[in-house]
């Protein structure tokens, strides 16, 4: 069985699944039993000065018959006393000393509240400390949150406030609330940050129910933005990690949040270059017992591979994520057909002639059975019909063979403009 464990920038834990900062993580009661079912480590939901919480506070998205395949929430940060929240992470601490915690925190922008809770939080022995700078909600109106988050020099201010009397490591949660992630990720580093952990939530409204004309959800009648996640934003989280990864000015471990759920999406955050993860939504949805099939899950799937430790899978695909302007344009791939799979249900054929290149044909074969046949030149390979139909292995997609050499718009460009390389007119196109 392979190695689970994690050193997160210099902070130990039995293996990378963490609880992010969220409701899971509100006592000790919780995080407790958490670790009893297996999480190596929990962020404890945000410190700062209490707040009243509203009700109602939650809300899902559900989809194609998936419950909760997004969340919103309008919550904000703990709406208990600090000295009880202290008491509980020491004890929590003290029941559990090879588990992780991180103290998660946010106070307002000014030195001196920074220097006054750190030093309070780290008295009683938390393993390192995660800066929230992304709650979009709530925390935002009053200058937290989200609304320090998207002000890059904010960013780099607060950390280097908070490293001036931390003695663990410093972790900044960026918000996905944001033009580029990776300008506030390297201003996080200049402050000193020891490590960042994204995604927070993004900004959103989960619905609006079209009988009462009430958003969703809503307080006595009157709604407000939230926060945004679950398995519907993986996708976004996975590329915000992937662009701090490969960003040379980044250059430190990343822990990884948004949407994850299965082993699967372990596995896809740590190749695109977490070293570690967060989950909130899942658990809420499944509960703490899910952690069992995600440690099974990952550790089959190491073994599968031959790796030794869960560490070897860190940033192993970062190399092959690129920008568009340096993919090959003269790499073609094109759909075929499989008969003998093919329910003939239509839908590659409706959605290629609808909304694509009209290149699939509607035949008869010798035996006058009704087939679908993909004109492979004019097909431009743009996966639509294997993505829409519903029967495996009914439409592959295969790469063509013998075609010209390799070139990207960034090569093209420079070849026009008579920088470098000589390549013909065809090719060139």
């Not at 996708?235 to 759920?261: F, K, Q, T, Y």
């Amino acid at each position: 069985m392979a190695d689970l464990s994690i050193d997160f920038a210099g902070i130990k834990s039995p293996n990378p699944f963490w609880l992010a900062s969220a409701p899971p993580t509100n006592t000790g009661y919780q995080v407790q039993r958490a670790f009893e079912a297996g999480w190596g480590g929990a962020v404890w939901k945000t410190l700062g000065e209490p707040v009243i919480n509203t009700s109602a506070r939650f809300a899902a998205v559900h989809f194609g018959g998936q419950r909760v395949a997004g969340f919103n929430n309008i919550e904000l940060i703990t709406d208990r006393p600090l000295e009880v929240n202290l008491k509980e992470i020491y004890e929590t601490k003290r029941r559990f000393p090879d588990h992780t915690i991180i103290a998660s925190l946010m106070v307002e922008p000014k030195r001196e509240k920074w220097h006054e809770i750190v030093k309070r939080v780290e008295a009683i022995g938390v393993d390192g400390l995660e800066l929230n700078f992304g709650c979009p909600h709530g925390m935002a109106e009053r200058g937290m949150g989200a609304a320090s988050g998207q002000q890059p020099d904010l960013v780099q201010a607060q950390t280097a406030w908070v490293k001036e009397v931390a003695t663990t490591p410093v972790i900044v949660k960026l918000t996905p609330n944001i033009t580029d992630i990776t300008v506030v990720a390297r201003h996080a580093v200049k402050g000193g940050a020891d490590a960042i952990s994204l995604i927070n939530t993004i900004n959103s409204l989960a619905g609006v129910d079209i009988h009462s004309w009430n958003t969703i959800p809503n307080v006595g009648g009157q709604g407000a933005h939230g926060g945004y996640c679950g398995p519907a934003v993986k996708p976004i989280a996975l590329s915000m990690v992937a662009e701090c990864a490969r960003d040379r000015e980044v250059g430190v471990p990343i822990s990884g949040i948004g949407g994850i759920s299965t082993w699967q999406d372990v596995v896809e955050f740590m190749l695109m270059g977490s070293t570690g993860i967060q989950v909130c939504t899942a658990v809420m949805h499944h509960g703490f017992r899910i952690v069992e099939e995600m440690i099974d899950g990952l550790n089959h799937y190491l073994d599968e591979k031959g790796l030794a430790s869960v560490t070897e899978l860190i940033g192993k695909s970062v190399p092959r994520y690129s920008n568009w302007g340096d993919l090959d344009l003269n790499y073609q791939v094109v759909a075929r057909i499989n008969e003998e799979n093919c329910i003939n249900c239509n839908k590659c054929h409706i959605a290629c002639e609808d909304a694509s290149h009209q290149c699939i044909d509607m035949l008869t074969n010798a035996e006058g059975k009704a087939i679908l046949q993909v004109r492979e030149e004019d097909c431009v390979g743009c996966n639509l019909c294997s993505i829409v139909c519903p029967a495996d292995g009914a439409i592959d997609m295969i790469a063509l063979e013998g075609g010209a050499a390799p070139m990207s718009w960034n090569q093209r460009s420079r070849i026009i403009s008579g920088v470098n390389g000589s390549y013909s007119e065809a090719e060139v196109g």
